[in-house]
């Protein structure tokens, strides 16, 4: 048998205007774990969709070989049939199907043009055991939390009986525990002979879990380590995947918060759709001018509902409390009403929240403040154009111009995007959601560098974060939520990941 399971060559992809792979090599051993590291941009997510027949066979140049053969895969059914699943970066199961559906979705067997669903139904719960997802199969997938989303992927992947298995950044929106679950049954499968790749940003992750990696950067190949013979540290990857060393990950700041600028009084939201479950719970906070808050727990504890229902009310049935903005109550009936109080939000879903995929850069970025821009009520285009590639510098926006269609960016680089809008309406009130989900370790500290200057500035910003050292590196206090309520406030002097894990799941 082949050593390698998957071998690429000289491969080269280009779109208009953007090389997006240039002479990739990548050899990936049967059974092991292969992890795939680079910048946004650097071209990950491309080379996964040749590998997998996303780009038929025609669309690139040089060679893939699978099994020991050269592909010429022309759709992801072709690859799918050899036993080769792809896991993508965007989630892309049918909301509105059932768990077992979506399972099975595309290879049902019929028996006389009938489906027998019950077998399907109980043979989708063998395959859920397998990854650990305790639900029933006939749930609708919409109310799954990422998360468990993930697992429906892995699930209906392992239903193909795939031996290898390609995860775009499987955990960028998953908390510690769901992204420890989830790399435990790699590391199973792995026992089982079973292939990954993975693509990740979370350098801890990668190391803990991969046998080999390869180092991306703008389009080629820079450099594959063995993990355990070469003592590959995070710091190795960093230097290769930017180019250079990267000292400051959060870079440092002098604080020294003012008066209380916001002040959140016996908070409570009612369920969107259970009217009588709250889902926030008699939240009291406050935020002072210059000050970085973050809000940390598990998933499901509330903090995007919280924020959500504060902004424009996006979120819940009603709600109870009030919401004090330099003493006084603002409308915050809606977005407009909210940004016109002084608010910006950046949701932690850029897909369905925040970017419009069919439009390009310039106008995603200045859609939110189109007053700054206009003239007599008209666009000045030059302007927007300046402004736009101001950020595209500033952040590092990987793309040839500010016309590129949002939609042909590479998903770190479209968060970015998403960032910039938010800069760019210069709110007094900054609420970011995730904001460094899916964001190399380089572009993370731009960001935290700019959100330091705003706060140097006087504005104040509350970040909900799932990665603990983002929370500790860079907030003055972090409060602590689990099931709707605070469990508790830290400041940065006292603040550990043990006090903060102890605080939201403790008493
Ligand atoms: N359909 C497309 N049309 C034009 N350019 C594209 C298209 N898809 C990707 N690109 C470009 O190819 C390059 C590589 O993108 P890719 O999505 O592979 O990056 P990535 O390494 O996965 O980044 P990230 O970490 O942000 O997910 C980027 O410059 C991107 O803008
Ligand atoms: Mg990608």
């Not at 910039?420 to 731009?446: N, Y």
Request: glycine share 8%; hydrophobic share 35%.
């Amino acid at each position: 048998m082949d050593e390698y399971i998957l071998e690429i060559k000289n491969l080269t992809k280009e779109f208009p205007g953007v090389r997006a792979l240039d002479n990739v090599d990548l050899r990936v051993k049967r059974g092991e774990i292969h992890s795939i590291c680079g910048e946004n941009g650097a071209g990950k997510s491309t080379l996964m969709s040749v590998i997998s027949g996303v780009y038929p066979k025609g669309s690139y140049e040089g060679q893939v070989f699978f099994k020991g053969h050269e592909t010429a895969y022309h759709s992801v059914k072709d690859s799918e049939k050899e036993g080769l699943a792809i896991i993508h970066q965007e989630l892309a199961l049918s909301p509105y199907l059932s768990i077992y559906e979506n399972i099975f979705l595309g290879h049902m067997q019929t028996k006389f043009g009938i489906i027998n669903w019950d077998r399907y139904i109980k043979e989708s719960n063998k395959y859920l055991k397998i990854v650990g997802l305790n639900e029933p199969p006939e749930t609708i997938v919409s109310k799954l939390g990422v998360g468990k989303q993930q697992l429906v992927e892995i699930a209906r992947a392992l239903s193909k009986k795939a031996d290898i298995l390609i995860l775009d950044e499987p955990t960028s929106s998953l908390n510690d525990d769901e992204s420890e679950k989830l790399l435990d049954l790699i590391l199973e499968f792995k026992k089982q002979g079973i292939t990954s790749v993975m693509i990740s940003h979370k350098l801890n992750e990668v190391l803990k879990v991969a046998d080999t990696v390869t180092v991306l950067r703008d389009g080629k190949s820079v450099a594959s380590y063995d993990v355990k013979a070469d003592k590959l540290t995070e710091s190795r990857i960093i230097k290769d995947m930017v180019g250079r060393d990267l000292t400051h990950r959060f870079p440092d700041r002098k604080s020294q918060p003012g008066d209380t600028v916001m002040e959140v009084k016996n908070w409570t939201v009612y369920h969107p759709d259970f009217h009588k479950i709250k889902v926030v719970d008699d939240v009291s906070f406050f935020l002072r001018k210059g000050e970085i808050l973050a809000f940390c727990g598990p998933m499901g504890a509330g903090r995007t509902e919280l924020m959500m229902s504060i902004f424009g009310r996006s979120y819940g049935s009603r709600s109870e409390g009030e919401v004090l903005i330099n003493g006084k109550k603002p409308d915050l009936g809606s977005c407009r009403a909210a940004m016109n109080a002084g608010l910006g939000y950046i949701s932690e879903d850029r897909k369905s929240l925040g970017l419009i995929l069919i439009q390009d850069i310039k106008t995603n970025i200045s859609n939110a403040s189109l007053g700054k821009i206009s003239r007599f009520g008209i666009v000045e285009g030059h302007q927007e154009m300046l402004v736009a590639e101001k950020y595209r510098k500033d952040l590092n926006i990987r793309s040839p111009s500010v016309h590129q269609m949002t939609r042909n960016l590479s998903g770190g680089n479209q968060q970015k995007v998403v960032v910039s809008r938010s800069l760019m309406a210069d709110p007094d009130i900054f609420i970011v959601d995730e904001p460094t989900r899916g964001i190399d370790v380089g572009a993370k500290s731009e960001i935290y560098s700019i959100l330091n200057d705003m706060a140097a500035q006087g504005k104040s910003i509350i970040m909900v974060s799932s990665e603990l050292p983002e929370a500790l590196g860079m907030a003055d206090r972090i409060y602590v939520m689990n099931e709707g309520k605070i469990k508790g406030v830290l400041t940065h002097e006292e603040a550990t990941q043990e006090k903060i894990m102890h605080l939201a799941l403790v008493n």
